[in-house]
């Protein structure tokens, strides 16, 4: 058992990813604003560790005036690409923010927490609890 122990305390949680290996996914209430900080929209919102982005529904970000900065293409799981807009939003979880490129998503109902934002914020994903626990922030 104490060698168990002692293997369990050299194990890393690193940010970003999903305690067990396996992606998780489950919900999580969050806070997207606009860099300014004046507006803002209480979200519930997927997280998805398979994701390597955080996507907002469009609708919610044009509302907060986030500005479309930039496109990329993405590959979907699917295989098909799309061309998707990014804007800078701050994103708040639980008493923390961090400014975050995020996606304007396509799906009205549809927020998604991408591993990107989890290592912005230091957390992986624990989806046998359904919550975001601290890891280990590496250079």
């Given at each position: 058992?104490?060698?168990?122990?002692?293997?369990a305390?050299?194990?890393?949680i690193?940010?970003?990813?999903?305690?067990g290996?396996?992606?998780?996914?489950?919900?999580v209430?969050?806070?997207?604003g606009?860099?300014?900080g004046?507006?803002?929209?209480?979200l519930?919102?997927v997280?998805?560790?398979?994701?390597?982005?955080?996507?907002?529904?469009?609708?919610?970000?044009?509302?907060l005036?986030?500005?479309?900065?930039?496109s990329e293409?993405f590959?979907l799981?699917?295989?098909?690409?799309?061309?998707?807009?990014?804007g800078?939003?701050?994103?708040?979880?639980?008493d923390?923010?961090?400014?975050?490129?995020?996606a304007?998503?396509?799906?009205?109902?549809?927020?998604?927490?991408?591993a990107?934002?989890?290592?912005r914020?230091?957390?992986a994903?624990d989806?046998?609890?359904?919550?975001l626990v601290?890891?280990?922030?590496?250079?």
């Amino acid at each position: 058992m104490a060698e168990i122990e002692q293997k369990a305390e050299r194990w890393v949680i690193l940010p970003g990813t999903t305690i067990g290996g396996n992606v998780g996914v489950f919900d999580v209430e969050f806070t997207v604003g606009s860099a300014d900080g004046d507006s803002f929209a209480r979200l519930i919102g997927v997280v998805d560790t398979g994701a390597l982005n955080t996507v907002i529904p469009e609708r919610v970000l044009d509302g907060l005036g986030i500005a479309r900065d930039e496109s990329e293409i993405f590959t979907l799981a699917d295989g098909s690409n799309v061309e998707v807009d990014l804007g800078l939003a701050l994103i708040w979880i639980e008493d923390r923010s961090r400014a975050v490129h995020v996606a304007f998503g396509s799906d009205p109902e549809l927020a998604l927490i991408g591993a990107m934002t989890l290592e912005r914020f230091g957390v992986a994903a624990d989806p046998v609890h359904r919550r975001l626990v601290p890891a280990r922030i590496t250079m």
